[in-house]
Nanobody
Framework: QVRLVESGGGAVEAGGSLRLSCTVS????????MGWFRQTQGQARELVSC????????YAPDSMKDRFTISRDNSRNTMYLQMNLLKTDDTATYYC????????????????????WGQGTQVTVSS
């Protein structure tokens, strides 16, 4: 059974930082592209960043590139998201996701491309 477990969420003041982790079991982590998404109530799930199976390629929307850094440690079956200079608009539930392939050419990272999802971790940024 595939399991993705996020951790590291919480409450932080604007300007602060958080580091999210996603630990994966039940699949060959080193063969899977991974991604972080976020969602607020009533809104579509939004890509934060994604990373290829080996960790050498990443993709993120322009609005996410400056403050969010994705990484992974295949020896630990864990992916990370370092979030800096957090804003109140970053308040959301953050989800990690695993794909069934290592990457896409051209890069995609749409929610539909990921077959496995975690339960989410809440990030709340206060002013």
């Amino acid at each position: 059974q595939v399991r993705l477990v996020e951790s590291g969420g919480g409450a932080v003041e604007a300007g602060g930082s958080l580091r999210l982790s996603c630990t994966v079991s039940g699949l060959t982590f080193r063969d899977s592209a991974m991604g972080w998404f976020r969602q607020t109530q009533g809104q579509a799930r939004e890509l934060v960043s994604c990373i290829n199976s080996r960790g050498g390629l990443t993709y993120a929307p322009d609005s996410m590139k400056d403050r969010f850094t994705i990484s992974r440690d295949n020896s630990r079956n864990t992916m990370y998201l370092q979030m800096n200079l957090l804003k109140t608009d970053d308040t959301a539930t953050y989800y990690c996701a695993a794909a069934r392939i290592g990457w896409w050419y051209p890069v995609q990272c749409d929610p539909e491309d990921f077959g496995y999802w975690g339960q989410g971790t809440q990030v709340t940024v206060s002013s």
